[in-house]
């Protein structure tokens, strides 16, 4: 009975605290809801939805007040975002803007919401389309996107931090669509992990070295892309020369005996 009331007095906790969580999978793309905030990630497009297939998070629409868009996603289709009235903040991790549909926030007052984005990206989503609709278009921090030269040989992780919170990066085998952002001047750490039977060879920026360790840690200056190189691991066979030489003899002795017998 102490168990039960406990569960409850929990339960009422969570729903008076409005703690909320929902979310799912459209083809490429992971969306999911929290609290107050969906956020959208992974490859490809948001697809385009009209009036008889709206988003799957439209039955959320009025809790939802923060939008994040994750870096890959490259295209925002028809009526994405429909009357999320409620929505403040938009923050894009895309180092370009994706290509948007002009509905894609249909009845949403765009110019009363705050759209963050990478710091240096700042003046070309003034002038991208849509995105220059918005009036308040601030940096958000730096990014740092770490990324692999080959998913199949290892993937890369670090630290994401949204304002005053961190969250640890999962593990995935392609970390090609994840962005990790600091503020300026904080210590920046990625990390390389090969698979079984790869090695990590070193991390590049721009093509130049920058370290040679798996774990690598520098302080946030500017927007950045690390790329992690791995390769496989060369197998070398060793061969025992006396062994082969003695193969080698007793194999042709028994040849030159065959061909004596006829």
């Not at 774990?215 to 070398?236: C, G, M, P, Q």
């Amino acid at each position: 009975m102490k168990k039960k009331l406990l569960f409850l007095l929990i339960a009422l906790l969570l729903s008076r605290a409005g703690a909320f969580a929902q979310g799912g999978t459209i083809e490429f793309l992971t969306w999911e809801i929290n609290n107050d905030t969906l956020t959208i990630s992974g490859g490809g497009a948001i697809p385009d939805y009209d009036w008889d297939n709206f988003a799957p998070w439209y039955e959320y629409r009025e809790a939802i007040h923060i939008i994040v868009i994750k870096n890959g996603i490259a295209n925002i289709g028809k009526f994405a975002f429909y009357a999320c009235n409620n929505l403040t903040t938009i923050i894009s991790l895309n180092f370009a803007p994706a290509l948007i549909d002009p509905s894609a926030f249909q009845d949403i007052d765009i110019k009363a919401c705050t759209l963050k984005v990478p710091t240096s990206a700042v003046p070309a989503y003034y002038g991208a389309g849509v995105w220059g609709e918005f009036i308040n278009i601030v940096g958000s921090g730096i990014l740092i996107n770490p990324i692999t030269n080959n998913h199949e040989y290892g993937y890369t992780t670090g630290n994401e931090l949204y304002e005053n919170a961190t969250v640890t990066v999962a593990p995935k085998h392609c970390n090609c669509f994840h962005v990790v952002r600091y503020e300026i001047n904080d210590t920046a750490t990625v990390t390389a992990t090969a698979f079984d039977n790869h090695t990590f060879i070193n991390w590049t920026q721009g093509g130049v070295v920058v370290s040679t360790d798996y774990s690598y840690s520098f302080t946030a200056t500017e927007d950045v892309e690390l790329v992690a190189n791995f390769e496989r691991e060369k197998i070398y066979l060793h061969f025992d020369t006396y062994v082969v030489t003695k193969w080698h003899n007793t194999f042709m002795l028994n040849l030159k005996k065959l061909s004596e017998e006829g």
